[in-house]
């Protein structure tokens, strides 16, 4: 089950949140150091992760899950952020260069549907980042924060569901060491506490991200149709070329989600 968009951004306008994203963008710029030239996709709540590839990448765009709602972004500029289901993305095959998969894969009900969507829209080279709350870390058992909610997994699970949807994980990066709270010196020593923690505690943190890449010449596992691909259409100010494929589907209703508007991300 998802969280409602309302409990994200206000957790992301905390203290809390606000060095939450700093770290975390911290280890997707050590994995993605130059997005010139790219399409970035941010799917679930990455909003809080993308502004650094706003001036860089040639695209960036954000999709929220219609059971979650949705949030507008940026606060400068046209919206950059559709509302969709998360197993029947609206673009085209091969449509992004590189995808923030995050506060996603451990609430749906359809990991495997949504991995399949996911390497679809991916083009051939393209690089995936899925982040996911880490099952042995203190975060994932407090719900205060987003890594309460959903299922957690531990780095081998998410590497072998990585693996049978057709994906091949690479690097790793342990984030979220300190613990959830609004403490202020806690906060302050955020930077410290990740160091130490990645070098000595590196199975305690709050967060797992994994960068993997499609692998083109895998059959796919009993459990992930193997369709071709299907989108719906977006409005064409998101600049997204067009369908390399005439098939399409209509899409089931959407229930009635929770719409905001745009917001400062504390850029």
């Known amino acids: 089950m998802f969280l409602d968009v309302v409990d994200l951004r206000d957790f992301y306008a905390t203290s809390l949140g606000q060095v939450t994203r700093r770290l975390i963008r911290r280890h997707l710029r050590d994995l993605w150091p130059d997005a010139r030239g790219q399409r970035v996709l941010g799917i679930g709540y990455a909003i809080p992760f993308l502004r650094p590839f706003l001036g860089e990448a040639e695209r960036v765009v954000a999709t929220m899950p219609a059971s979650q709602g949705v949030q507008g972004w940026p606060l400068e500029g046209p919206g950059l952020v559709a509302l969709t289901e998360e197993v029947n993305l609206p673009f085209p095959d091969r449509s992004f260069d590189r995808i923030i998969l995050c506060h996603t894969l451990e609430n749906t009900e359809h990991s495997r549907a949504l991995m399949r969507e996911v390497w679809r829209v991916l083009t051939d080279d393209g690089r995936l980042v899925v982040m996911v709350p880490n099952r042995q870390g203190v975060w994932a058992h407090l719900e205060r924060t987003p890594f309460g909610s959903g299922r957690p997994y531990s780095e081998t699970q998410l590497r072998h569901l990585l693996r049978d949807t057709m994906f091949t994980p690479g690097m790793t990066r342990q984030a979220l060491f300190l613990p959830p709270t609004r403490s202020r010196l806690w906060l302050a020593w955020a930077q410290g506490v990740e160091r130490i923690g990645a070098r000595w505690f590196p199975s305690f943190c709050g967060a797992i991200l994994i960068e993997a890449c499609k ?52 850029a």
């Open 215 to 266: 692998q083109l010449y895998a059959m796919p596992s009993s459990g992930i149709p193997a369709t071709p691909g299907r989108y719906m259409a977006l409005p064409e100010r998101l600049g997204l070329s067009g369908p390399k494929r005439s098939r399409s589907r209509s899409s089931s209703p959407v229930p009635h989600p929770t719409v905001l508007p745009p917001e400062t991300d504390g």
